[in-house]
């Protein structure tokens, strides 16, 4: 990257933190904060939000906030199966011009986890596929397996994912699944991750791999994409508030139940390296980079989404 260009990322991104970043959060000084990855040679060209992250929004304003979502940056959306579908009661091809309008794509989307499971379905995923695929979207996304307790149970997912991966090549796109904290956690002596992974096609299913999650689980996610060379071709995009953060929100909000508290943050805000985590992304086959944020303290939704945009331009 030529020194020209260099100053002139720090210049525009710096110029725009204070106000988003500092200005909104400040709990790091911004500057150095929104620095740490100007010299470094990694260069994400497109990012993209997973719409869980304005999910209240979109409830009220569909295409005032996607419209929003273009103008802070992000080029591919993320979608998920809500009771609007996942493309929010529009046609396939109405939800792809209208992002096309605003300088964006649908790339993806999370879908129902029990097309997995149950055949039945099976028609059902079928249709979706073909819609999917109509208007460019690169894979459907398995978001959710926390209702499985036994390696038998996940060993019967990852048949479904083979199934469905068949099913989503032969309409043109793929069938992916994104991780939790669970399928890091051993049940009878044997990771879920690992059995999900050594037990899928390379050439049908790939995974998500939600890098907060990940980090919850108390493992890293620079030996998971080693591990598993280009496997995981999206990732979630997610910070986590610092030890000491945590553990006093854990103190004013007790958990009921064995689900970890969110404490997922502004991007930047938090304790993971993503500087080092996306450099070996890449290296590894990592192809989509999508922003989520789950908990937002003292702002809104939209804002967080401002804010994580801001971010992520430190790579572009």
């Known amino acids: 990257m030529s020194t020209r260009r260099k100053f002139l990322r720090k210049a525009a991104v710096l110029s725009a933190a204070p106000f988003f970043v500092g200005g909104l959060y400040g709990c790091k000084n911004e500057n150095s904060t929104v620095a740490m990855a100007l010299e ?27 419209k929003d979502l273009g103008a802070y940056g992000y080029k591919q959306i993320e979608s998920f199966q809500g009771d609007q579908g996942v493309f929010w009661g529009l046609r396939p091809k109405e939800f792809s011009d209208f992002l096309g309008d605003h300088g964006m794509s649908c790339i993806s989307a999370h879908c129902d986890s029990q097309f997995a499971l149950d055949l039945k379905k099976e028609d059902e995923f079928k249709k979706m596929a073909d819609d999917a695929a109509s208007i460019g979207i690169k894979h459907l996304i398995n978001p959710f397996l926390g209702n499985l307790k036994t390696i038998d149970e996940f060993k019967e997912a990852t048949d479904g994912f083979n199934r469905l991966g068949a099913i989503a090549n032969k309409a043109g796109l793929r ?119 789950e908990r937002y303290d003292e702002i809104t939704s939209m804002e967080a989404a401002k804010a994580d945009a801001i971010f992520m331009k430190r790579y572009s």
């Open 40 to 66: 470094k040679g990694l260069e994400i060209e497109q990012f993209g939000i997973q719409l869980w992250t304005v999910r209240d929004f979109m409830a009220n304003d569909v295409t005032g906030t996607l």
């Open 175 to 293: 069938y992916a699944y994104h991780n939790h904290h669970y399928s890091f956690k051993e049940i009878d002596g044997v990771l879920p991750q690992d059995l999900m992974m050594s037990g899928t096609d390379p050439d049908l299913v790939d995974f998500e791999m939600d890098i907060y999650w990940v980090v919850e689980a108390n493992h890293d996610p620079v030996k998971w994409l080693e591990k598993y060379p280009n496997r995981f071709k999206l990732c979630h995009i997610k910070d986590r508030y610092e030890d000491t953060k945590v553990e006093q929100l854990k103190k004013e909000e007790p958990v009921d139940g064995d689900w970890p508290l969110n404490v997922s943050c502004v991007l930047g805000q938090g304790k993971i390296d993503f500087d080092k985590i996306l450099d070996v992304a890449k290296d590894q086959g990592m192809e989509q980079w999508i922003v989520e944020q």
